[in-house]
């Protein structure tokens, strides 16, 4: 799912105002800067966004994280996340959490809890469920930083999901925006449009409408194309490698639980860590420790 990751982090450092103007309602907020996401830990993390605002009169942090699929540690995650950017940024924070696949995210609580002796722990944060969200009225706002993500979103009724996706490219395609950031949207729109489309119906409309040569020409998202093809094939090789050392040295072959979890990771700096600790750590146990932090 590291392609899905990509576009959507690239959309809203690109576009922020309407991420934030979706997530908090808002639309008195001034972005002030697009702040590093790296949080060290003894296990470095990475939150998908956060943006430092100026919103009601004060300063504070927005934070994004995209999510494909359900995951049941998302509270205490999304807990981890806050907590370490507070402790950062000294800064009061809004957190929300986009489930972009059609039926993820109805088992996320939005809150984290804990409660010891009396004394509750708690953490809010937004949850976004793309299929929840009329699309239509995405469209009706004009351009956007969301329109990628419309064919995702709640389709009108008695229209079916290829003709949404055909209304989705048609509504882009008629944008009165520059030609080249036209050819950008259209271009993460085929993307994430994978999510619920089969490639070959995106791949049949854009041909239909005569849009896939123009997007496939167009220089910056070509070179994203590019890069991320780089990135995968990073992450392929990091995963092999990490593998062969736990093969190796502690005789571990597949089909074996902890191959599965380092399979599904996406974060390439992640897995160079884990590359490390594979080599450094005494047994097989130590390293699932680390990769349960």
């Known amino acids: ?7 959507s982090k690239d959309l809203i450092q690109t576009y922020p105002k309407d991420f934030i103007r979706l997530t908090l309602e808002q639309d008195d907020v001034e972005v002030l800067d697009i702040l590093d996401t790296e949080q060290n830990t003894v296990e470095t993390r990475h939150t998908d966004s956060l943006i430092r605002v100026h919103i009601a ?4 942090l927005v934070h994004h994280e995209f999510q494909t699929t359900d995951d049941p540690s998302m509270p205490i995650r999304m807990a981890g996340y ?29 809150y984290f809890i804990q409660e010891i002796s009396g004394r509750p722990v708690v953490m809010d944060y937004t949850v976004i ?89 167009e ?33 571990m072959h597949e089909p ?4 599965a979890r380092i399979a599904a990771i996406d974060d390439l700096q992640r897995l160079k860590q884990l590359h490390r600790v594979a080599i450094q750590v005494s047994n097989l146990e130590a390293f699932e420790q680390v990769l349960d932090a």
């Open 1 to 7: 799912m590291a392609e899905y990751d990509s576009v």
């Open 57 to 60: 009169g004060k300063e504070a």
């Open 82 to 110: 806050i907590i370490r950017a507070i402790e950062r940024h000294n800064l009061p924070i809004y957190s929300s959490v986009i489930y972009l696949r059609r039926n993820a995210g109805r088992r996320d609580p939005g």
């Open 129 to 217: 469920r793309l299929g929840e969200i009329e699309g239509q009225e995405i469209i009706d706002g004009g351009p956007s930083g969301l329109f990628p993500f419309v064919p995702l979103m709640k389709r009108p009724v008695g229209i079916d999901s290829e003709a949404w996706l055909h209304h989705c490219v048609d509504a882009t395609n008629a944008l009165r925006v520059d030609e080249s950031i036209k050819v950008d949207i259209l271009g993460r729109l085929m993307i994430l449009s994978g999510l619920e489309y089969d490639q070959s119906l995106i791949n049949r409309i854009l041909l239909q409408e005569g849009l896939m040569d123009a997007i496939m020409r």
């Open 219 to 251: 220089s910056s998202f070509a070179q994203y194309i590019k890069q991320l093809g780089i990135e995968q094939g990073g992450r392929q090789r990091a995963i092999e490698d990490i593998l062969e050392v736990l093969e190796i040295r502690f005789d």
């Open 256 to 259: 074996h639980p902890l191959s």
